[in-house]
């Protein structure tokens, strides 16, 4: 069974995100409230293959990350790449370029993106009042998300408060109080000790559809079964949660707390920020 729904609020005030994060803080799903002023609702649009974003940045050199669908950073496979961003998006999220057989091409994901140093592009999406919120009131980074549908980051805490925009899209996070780390097994990497080991998306473990199934056979069965098990019980912990964004909607997540992301039935783009 799934973890319950965060609580949803539809309207957010820095006074208001400032008690919460005063007492124990829990997830929060957070309607429109927060993003109806950016022109990115508007002007970011697939229809004319987002030409808001790649004007004079065609040509700029992102860093995505590819790997097979349903694994995150942690597979053996995943890798990082360097391109420019308009053939990132005319290939990976558009489907411009053909291919003889799509079901065999890669997940190319633009992660946690620095594209917002570009003023032109972060006047789209100002920062947030909200952002002030924190016990510093300082924001450490703010981030673009661009993924094709079924994007999947695996769980992982930060040391930051986070708050994350669905623009564009929709986007469903899985998320867990800091008291889950003995059940999502930390990674022994020392550079991935805040990611856990669980290989695959919890849709994978815990399918609605046949078609989520497809993509694990290469999954031991006792790998499935066990990261099931140990989900299970994570869910169980108290605050607990799944937010599902839809566009322009938001999740905060404590600093400390666990979650996972999964890209919707379509491509996706968000702003995340991180904040003290």
Not at 197 to 200: D, E, L, R
């Given at each position: 069974m799934l973890p319950p729904c965060a609580r949803f609020i539809s309207h957010l005030t820095l006074p208001a995100l400032r008690e919460h994060l005063s007492c124990a803080p829990t997830p929060l799903h957070v309607g429109q409230s927060l993003t109806t002023h950016w022109a990115a609702r508007q002007a970011w649009r697939t229809g004319d293959?987002?030409?808001?974003?790649?004007?004079g940045r065609e040509d700029r050199e992102v860093e995505i990350e590819v790997g097979k669908r349903g694994r995150g950073y942690l597979d053996p496979d995943f890798q990082r790449i360097h391109m420019g961003l308009g053939l990132f998006l005319d290939a990976f999220i558009l489907d411009k370029i053909p291919s003889s057989d799509p079901a065999s091409l890669p997940v190319a994901y633009l992660a946690q993106s620095d594209l917002l140093d570009d003023p032109a592009l972060a006047a789209d999406v100002p920062a947030l009042d909200v952002f002030k919120a924190g016990p510093q009131a300082t924001v450490y980074r703010r981030t673009l998300w661009i993924g094709p549908r079924g994007s999947f980051t695996p769980f992982h805490r930060d040391p930051y408060i986070g708050l994350y925009s669905q623009v564009i899209g929709s986007k469903t996070f899985y998320v867990l109080p800091p008291e889950a780390a003995p059940l999502l097994d930390p990674s022994t990497d020392p550079r991935h000790t805040n990611t856990s080991?669980?290989?695959?998306p919890v849709s994978s473990l815990?399918?609605?559809s046949s078609q989520e199934l497809q993509g694990i056979d290469d999954i031991p069965p006792r790998i499935i079964n066990r990261s099931r098990e140990k989900l299970e019980?994570?869910?169980?912990?108290?605050?607990a949660s799944t937010v599902s964004l839809q566009a322009g909607e938001s999740v905060?997540?404590?600093e400390g707390w666990w979650h996972s992301a999964e890209g919707g039935d379509t491509a996706?783009?968000?702003?995340?920020?991180?904040?003290r």
């Open positions: 293959d987002f030409r808001a974003i790649r004007t080991t669980i290989p695959i815990f399918p609605n019980e994570a869910f169980k912990l108290p605050g905060l997540v404590p996706g783009i968000g702003v995340g920020a991180w904040f």
